[in-house]
């Protein structure tokens, strides 16, 4: 049952904003398992509940019913075992980077040599070792992702809840980012739940693509993306590459152009 660890399962999950008319029916009986160290990129239009479904898995919402698995237990509250990463800068605009880092540490008894020696790693790995001291408003928007990531995996957590990361950057800043996410998770291999707009981060990152019907959410597609690893921004020139964005777009595209 090792497995069970860092598993996350998605169990006919169903989620309604509001009361009476102002009823919204976010999720419908949405399905899926992610397996332990697997990479799963979710897709789908705007609107479609690709962040609901990610805030009831981070215990941040509940869901009207059915059941998220993470580790083999009912998620229903925030835990350590899972991290986040949002698309806006959530970080502490009063600690520094290092204080940042570590701040997830703190909550633990570990003695203070070992906390440092995990904010270094991550810094190193990160790049941002010369900016231990710097407070976010000193930083560009794609450090401060850099923060966040390097945050949530100071913590390691068992399963990685990433909302459109790196959706605030500049291509050039986000190609950075993808190549940066991509080396670190050759390290970690944590498993990743991941939301993104961008098909070609989607399928550079992903052992798998989770595409969404327009609201309400449910599985539209779900594909194996076997490309091997290590990956580099390249594979985006291959044969294969192209053919799975053709896949997915088209699955996309069938769900915005029912929307019209
Ligand atoms: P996505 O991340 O895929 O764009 P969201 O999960 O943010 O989608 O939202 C799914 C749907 O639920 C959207 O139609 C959105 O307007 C609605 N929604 C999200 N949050 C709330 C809320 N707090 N109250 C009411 N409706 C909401
Ligand atoms: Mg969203």
């Known amino acids: 049952m ?5 598993s996350l399962s998605i169990q006919n999950v169903t989620l309604i ?11 419908d009986g949405i399905s899926f398992d992610v397996r332990s160290n ?5 897709v789908g239009p705007s609107g479609c509940g690709k962040s609901s479904l990610l805030y009831i898995a981070a215990g941040l919402t509940d869901a009207s019913s059915g059941s998220i698995l993470a580790s083999g237990r009912p998620v229903d509250e925030p835990g350590a075992d899972r991290g986040m990463v949002f698309q806006s800068y959530t970080l502490f605009p009063w600690l520094t980077v290092r204080k940042n880092v570590e701040y997830g540490l ?4 570990m003695p203070q040599a070992e ?7 991550y810094l190193t790995e990160i790049g941002l070792s010369g900016f231990a001291d ?4 000193q930083l560009s928007g794609g450090m401060m992702q850099r923060v966040a990531i390097a945050r949530a995996l100071a913590n390691d957590p068992d399963i990685l809840l990433m909302d459109e990361p790196f959706g605030a950057l500049d291509s050039q800043t986000r190609h950075s980012m993808q190549k940066l996410l991509l080396r670190v998770w050759e390290h970690s ?3 990743v739940a991941f939301v993104t707009h961008d098909i070609d981060e989607a399928i550079l990152l992903g052992d798998r693509v989770i595409v969404m019907t327009a609201r309400p959410g449910k599985v539209k597609a779900d594909i194996r993306i076997d490309i091997p690893r290590p990956r580099t921004p390249d594979v985006e020139l291959e044969s294969e590459f192209i053919a799975l964005k053709r ?6 595209r069938d769900e915005i152009d029912e929307d019209h």
């Open 2 to 6: 090792d497995d069970v660890k860092g």
């Open 17 to 27: 904003y509001g009361k009476g008319e102002k009823q919204v029916l976010a999720l």
């Open 38 to 42: 697997e990479f799963t990129v979710i």
């Open 106 to 109: 703190r909550r633990k008894t």
């Open 115 to 121: 906390r440092e020696k995990i904010v270094d790693y």
């Open 134 to 137: 710097h407070y976010p408003k």
């Open 189 to 191: 291999h944590k498993t």
């Open 247 to 252: 896949r997915i777009l088209n699955e996309l």
